[in-house]
């Protein structure tokens, strides 16, 4: 298959056996992951566990101390002039003179590229015109993300890395700006992004790779990471009469099981699901307010890491 930039495919981005130590300290334990053009790979994983120093390493900010980054067959240590020509990276508030406009800091950031994408239309595409003549430090947080993603865009990269994107911004801003990203990819741009969000994951990413102290525990799409959580049915409900611990304890496929406050909550397969109706109605017990769900990405997030999201 050809890409829009016309090489032919193999993992746009590598990541291999990537260590990075502070002090020490590793930080980031043995990372390998590979992204192919057109994905939205994600990045998941719980506070501090290495995700902004792994995409460092994959942006050219930080120098791996052991292992191999390639982005289109670049060293990104190594070869950051070419880089920044196919790779757009999201600035940091900081970065930004808050004394400048919209118009000022797209004019001014399309000049540091050889040929940059006339930022107009791109500024029309994501919701920009109205504010031009704004001042950064005036714009509301969702305004800051979309020029944000524009300026990551103006130099018509091959792949952009947001990194915690939407933190920060209300429900309708961050919907919003997974439908810009959505469109970004749409564009032939590959989309690396590190985020907290199990929603913002398992609705854009096509697949994710958890990582959690320094290491990948799981790669897969979030349906895959889902469906191999310990249960990927969860069923509750409140029995007309008590139901015997050790006949649920049996059930096929069962997870977990756990009673409190009279409602019962299996974690379990359609199978459990199945066996656990023809036990209740063998005992002629009613499950009141049966509620059956999938699990989620957090359940599975919660599976591979032990940790508690914020
Ligand atoms: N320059 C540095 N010097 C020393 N320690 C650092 C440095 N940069 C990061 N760390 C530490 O490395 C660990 C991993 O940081 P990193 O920012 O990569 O994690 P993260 O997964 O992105 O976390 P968060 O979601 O909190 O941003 C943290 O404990 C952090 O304090």
């Given at each position: ?53 792994t995409v460092e390493c994959v942006e050219g900010l930080r120098r791996p101390d052991e292992g191999r980054v390639r982005v289109a ?238």
């Amino acid at each position: 298959m050809q890409t829009r930039h016309g090489s032919a495919t193999g993992p746009l981005i590598e990541v291999s056996g990537v260590r990075k130590s502070y002090a020490g300290r590793a930080v980031v334990d043995g990372v390998s992951f590979a992204v192919d053009e057109g994905e939205i790979f994600g990045i998941l994983g719980p506070n501090g566990a290495g995700k902004t120093t792994t995409v460092e390493c994959v942006e050219g900010l930080r120098r791996p101390d052991e292992g191999r980054v390639r982005v289109a067959g670049l060293d990104p240590a190594r070869d950051r002039a070419q880089l920044t020509r196919i790779l757009g990276a999201q600035l940091q508030e900081s970065e930004i003179q808050p004394k400048l406009t919209v118009r000022e800091a797209l004019e001014l950031y399309s000049a540091f590229y050889p040929r940059p994408l006339d930022w107009r239309p791109l500024a029309e595409r994501l919701r920009l015109t109205e504010t031009l003549g704004t001042r950064f430090a005036k714009l509301s947080g969702g305004q800051k993300q979309r020029l944000f993603i524009a300026l990551a865009l103006l130099g018509d990269p091959r792949v952009v890395v947001l990194d915690e994107l939407t933190t920060g911004l209300d429900p309708r801003a961050r919907r919003d700006t997974w439908e810009l990203i959505e469109d970004v990819r749409a564009g032939g741009v590959t989309v690396l992004l590190v985020t907290h969000f199990m929603e913002e994951a398992q609705r854009l990413c096509d697949r994710v790779a958890v990582i959690d102290r320094g290491r990948v525990a799981a790669l897969d799409t979030p349906a895959g990471l889902i469906s191999r959580t310990a249960g990927s049915t969860v069923v509750s409900f409140t029995p007309s009469a008590p139901v015997d611990e050790h006949a649920l304890a049996v059930l096929p496929a069962l997870a977990s099981v756990e009673q409190r406050d009279g409602r019962v909550t299996l974690h379990g397969t359609d199978e459990t699901v199945d066996a656990l109706l023809t036990l209740l109605a063998r005992h002629h017990i009613t499950a009141h307010q049966l509620r059956v769900s999938d699990s989620t990405l957090d359940d599975a997030f919660l599976d591979l890491t032990g940790a508690r999201q914020p």
